[in-house]
């Protein structure tokens, strides 16, 4: 009896240690392509470096395999059909409000400094809305500019013209400068371009090639807007559930450094986008001299400053923001 004792809880030990070593396989939806940037150079990479550890193994479903609609990623993650997800948080609007304060026009100038310091915003538990998730990668793109299908030389010419912007402080930004605001997932701008429904859109040069924007609106104002924010969301229950060595492993290649890679990947992007578009005999290209961006920031002060009335929130995150982005500037 004692030996079968003695046999049997080795077995159970045998089995557990199987059990805990056998890889957890994970989902994760990305809407877009398998080409794009920030699923190739990004997303992918990560998921492969958390899996070659064995210990959890993470499948990736470009092209909307699990679901092609961007409003519904994090629905599916929710619902348990993918367990995490490539998200735009402007899609479900309301639900992350603090991350607003990445749109506020004329204030960051580059990808990479506002990505960490989105990171950053995130890590000091500053962001509503994350509550229910695990979040291994928060950034932005780089400023958005002004594209249209007709020449805009002055901000004036901005008067009446139908852009589409995303979110709130980006529509407000827009009518700022005489603008009309059109709200409209970003995959269908090029076509309503075409159709004459859109006049132009608010862009970076990644997105202006990912839904080739950069095909019917050629003309390009170079003065800046705000960023968009970019996460993505894992469910917190299947996280939770993960075993120790398993969350150690997301741990390690989540968080801060993938912001940082995912900001180097984009700033590459951008310049060399920006070359290779003005290369074309094709495309307008007006940058605003001294004179024109002080109207355009005089014209975009007001934005901020209603936003920063709407909560009593917000003057401290807008004073964290332009802390983090100080540091970032500042080599730290």
């Given at each position: 009896m004692y030996k079968r004792m003695i046999i049997a809880g080795v077995a159970l030990a045998i089995s557990a240690g199987a059990a805990e070593a056998q890889e957890k396989t994970l989902k994760l939806a990305f809407f877009a392509?398998?080409?794009?940037?920030?699923?190739?150079?990004?997303?992918?990479?990560?998921?492969?470096?958390?899996?070659?550890?064995?210990?959890?193994?993470?499948?990736?479903?470009?092209?909307?395999a699990l679901g092609r609609n961007p409003r519904l990623q994090l629905k599916m993650?929710?619902?348990?059909?993918?367990?995490?997800?490539?998200?735009?948080?402007?899609?479900?609007p309301g639900r992350f409000p603090d991350n607003a304060v990445m749109e506020l026009p004329n204030l960051i100038r580059d990808v990479k400094e506002s990505s960490i310091s989105f990171r950053r915003l995130h890590d000091r538990g500053l962001l509503r809305g994350y509550d229910k998730f695990y979040v291994p990668l928060l950034a932005t793109t780089h400023p958005y500019f002004i594209n249209t299908v007709k020449p805009v030389t002055k901000i004036a010419d901005l008067k009446g013209l139908k852009l589409r912007a995303g979110g709130p402080v980006a529509s407000a930004s827009m009518r700022a400068l005489g603008a009309v605001p059109v709200g409209m997932p970003i995959p269908a701008v090029a076509e309503n371009i075409s159709k004459g429904v859109l006049d132009g859109s608010a862009a970076e040069w990644n997105v202006m090639y990912a839904f080739r924007i950069v095909e019917v609106a050629k003309n390009h104002y170079m003065a800046r807007l705000g960023t968009v924010p970019l996460s993505v969301l894992f469910n917190r229950d299947v996280y939770d559930g993960l075993s120790a060595k398993a969350r150690a492993s997301l741990d390690k290649h989540s968080g801060l450094g993938l912001s940082k890679k995912f900001g180097e990947v984009h700033f590459a992007i951008q310049g060399d986008r920006l070359k290779r578009t003005q290369a074309s005999p094709d495309h307008k290209f007006v940058f605003p001299d001294a004179a024109a961006q002080k109207e355009w920031a005089s014209r975009l002060e007001g934005v901020t400053e209603d936003w920063l009335k709407k909560d009593e929130r917000n003057p401290k995150l807008l004073a964290a923001l332009k802390e983090e982005l100080a540091k970032v500037r500042a080599g730290n």
């Open positions: 392509p398998p080409q794009d940037p920030t699923f190739k150079d990004v997303v992918k990479p990560w998921a492969d470096a958390v899996s070659a550890e064995g210990v959890v193994k993470i499948d990736t479903f470009p092209s909307g993650v929710l619902d348990g059909v993918a367990d995490m997800a490539w998200h735009v948080p402007a899609y479900t």
